[in-house]
């Protein structure tokens, strides 16, 4: 098991924005994480990497107890890394500089964080931008520097936030190989995504919260006949049109 959830709970005030959730996630694998909005799909990313601390439960990666580990940057040396629902690029940087800096988390040598720089541009296939501004990208293509800038860390596991939210659907057709592809050369991934369709195509397990609760776990055709999940979710606002 590579990563441990156990009934971890998140209270901010009077509000429990995650309660006694529990999951694993396996080695190779994508999970999928759904739920409607506000449901804790973030919060719970934010307890795993470290940016909010846990009001109870707990947190094993690869088998060790990180559940009080403060700091990202830590836990990002460890191999769990992320992307931000809002991409927030140093616009004034340039695209390879700013893979540069996840590199740093990593490496402290410049010649070998341009090195692997470079080689996750090319990854990505950003690599003939990689000496224009990152300010001047499409929203397209900042999504795929934002990956670009995780992969540089060389994460074990990679927490998608809403990766695809605001790309035209031809974009998203090329995000999804460029998924399969990271999960292909040994990265698990843990994604949060609102566009079903993407969701339900690539992931192998789904958790689906509602209200802090987890609600329903299993593979996307269980999740598609769930009951509930339809109650909550999949219903709501015809999410599978
Ligand atoms: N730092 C915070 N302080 C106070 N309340 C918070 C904080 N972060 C999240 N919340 C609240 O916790 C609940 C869960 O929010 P969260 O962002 O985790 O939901 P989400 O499922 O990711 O939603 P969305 O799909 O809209 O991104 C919400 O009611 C939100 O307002």
């Known amino acids: 098991m590579l990563l441990q959830v156990d009934r971890l709970t998140k209270h901010f005030g009077g509000l429990a924005a995650v309660n006694r959730v529990s999951f694993n996630i396996h080695e190779g694998e994508i999970l999928g994480l759904i739920g409607p909005n506000g449901a804790g799909k973030t919060t719970i990313f934010n307890l795993i990497s470290g940016v909010h601390p846990p009001t109870s439960g707990t947190i094993k990666f690869q088998g060790n107890d990180i559940t009080r580990v403060k700091l990202p940057s830590k836990l ?10 809002v991409v927030k690029p140093f616009g004034n940087m340039t695209v390879l500089e700013n893979v540069m800096v996840g590199a740093f988390n990593r490496l402290n040598h410049l010649g070998q964080a341009r090195e692997q720089a470079l080689e996750t541009l090319e990854f990505v296939g950003l690599d003939h931008r990689r000496d224009i501004l990152a300010k001047s990208l499409t929203i397209g293509d900042r999504k795929r520097l934002e990956l670009a800038r995780a992969l540089a860390a060389k994460p074990k596991v990679l927490l998608l936030d809403e990766v695809m939210a605001g790309l035209n659907p031809t974009e998203v057709a090329g995000v999804l190989p460029l998924i399969r592809k990271i999960r292909d050369n040994g990265i698990t991934i843990f994604m949060i995504e609102h566009i079903m369709a993407a969701i339900m195509n690539l992931s192998h397990r789904i958790v689906v919260l509602h209200h802090g609760e ?3 776990e299993g593979t996307p055709e269980e999740i598609t006949k769930d009951k509930k999940v339809i109650e909550a979710y999949l ?7």
């Not at 990002?76 to 629902?85: A, D, E, M, N, V």
């Not at 709501?236 to 049109?241: R, V």
């Open 235 to 241: 219903g709501e606002e015809s999410y599978l049109a």
């Open 214 to 216: 987890k609600i329903a």
């Open 76 to 85: 990002c040396k460890q191999g769990i890394g992320r992307t931000f629902q």
